[in-house]
């Protein structure tokens, strides 16, 4: 049995773990992120006091650099996060530890964790989403982690606006109220209703609303990726009357364009939540290293 | 030096070709589309007529079943087409010729040319949308083509109103105004305007609003696949004003928010018209050939 080390690099906190699967976590630790030096340091000597790993995965915050040719691949890029603009992050694990360091995004990371022991096992293309404090989205396909240019961002894809909603200014920083994150992330929630999603009661209008965004969204991914699961995940998807209100919008959206059981009478298992929940981002991270013992190390030059 | 047959299955005719690359194409003939038997028959009798295929490559319009494992993989499936409905393109084919025969989409098939001989070379992942009677899109991803559930139907995704555009009442029958295909192809382009859009002058409005709207829809594709390179062909894109309001237009609805050279500074060689023109599909269903000559041949129950 291998053991792998997994961080789940967050913007607030790095999650660092061991083990050989979800199920089987060894050892546990956390660490908030403050300088890439303190932070990378305190991952290093976390593993460092462990047996010796075959393979560590870390699924990171980005934009990252994810180009095997880059002379900066495994960096952190253009981050709002203080400090971590151009940051180095396989760079001084991989010299630190001596293992193969497999890097890909949070929301890569969470997909295919998700279908190596989740949600998505035995699919060659699903598409993992976290709805909370922003929305971003990772993508399996043909097998694959999504990458290209750069690596989706899918949390800002444009929509149409809801007809009872044309007032709201939005809150994406870059795209006002015309991409997804501006209408329908936790805080474009808290701006328009003025209070915290998860204090509006079940009957409150914002949720059927919140609905009507996401599942254009994700009429929008089923029509340019055509997956064979849509996975739904972060804070605002806490909330149990939305899966229902998603599945019911996103049929009526699609308008029976897609001809397929899935989308048509198989919706409750189309559209559904993590089945690795909590552990979603470092059971990716585990995934990533796995792969990553599997193939020969980046380059890093 | 291997020789391919290549079929360029649409709706209303079939293009036939025989040879190594779309610069040395050895015979052609087309087919009106009729029956699958009658039509199928005459590509057989034009094949069986020429020395001996190594593969041939068929580019379907659609929607067609790709899975290896269905029963009616090489299917076309729910077409409007008439007497098309569950129709087996790959199996005839096959037998009467008794060659690997590659499948996909009319414009997979076009992405995967452009990869092969045309702007798209040496890139992994970039896409081929076509706007003309109707939009479609081909996306090759990590060097694959896009299949998951069934195939993408990049044409529809949905789309903000432009606000000058209220009014439009759309021309999609499954989405109305919701999507690209409803607001921006050339049949909408003509309801809206009241005259064939190879008729409005340079000069007139109509051009401005199609090259947001299009700039609109890339710009989610941009977001959801990150290509290296957007591929735009079809009726529409051959008016010339349109390259650099699209270029500008999508610009500018990114917003800054993907840091990358190619969609800021390098816009005119990340918008492009296809470097194969008329030949785009002929040559996508060369490099099919060539594919499926390298691989096993796909299973027939």
Known sequence: ???????????????????????????????????????????????????????????????????????????????P???????????PLQQALGVPVGFDTDVNAAVL?????????????????????????GALLGGRLAHGLVHPEMGHLLLPREPDDLDFAGHCPFHAARCWEGVASGPAMERRWGRRPETLPANHPAWDLEARYIASALTTLVLVLSPERLILGGGVMQVEQLFPLVRKYLRSSLAGYVQADAVNSGMAEYVVPPQLGQRAGIAGALALAERAAREPPAPHP
Chains 1, 2 share one sequence.
């Open 1 to 79: 049995m291998s053991l792998y080390g997994a961080i789940e690099a967050g913007g607030s906190k790095f999650v660092c773990a061991v083990g050989t699967g979800p199920e089987d976590l060894r050892a546990q630790a956390r660490f908030p992120t403050t300088t890439p030096h303190e932070t990378l340091g305190k991952c290093i000597e976390f593993f460092r006091a462990q047996p010796k790993l075959d393979a560590l995965g870390v699924g990171c915050f980005g934009p990252i650099e994810l180009g095997r040719g880059s002379p900066r691949y495994g960096y952190v890029t253009a981050t």
């Open 81 to 91: 996060k203080a400090g971590w603009t151009d940051a180095d992050v396989v760079g």
């Open 113 to 137: 964790g998700e279908a190596r022991w989740g949600a998505a096992q035995g699919l060659e293309t699903a598409i993992y989403v976290t709805i909370g404090t922003g929305i971003g989205g």
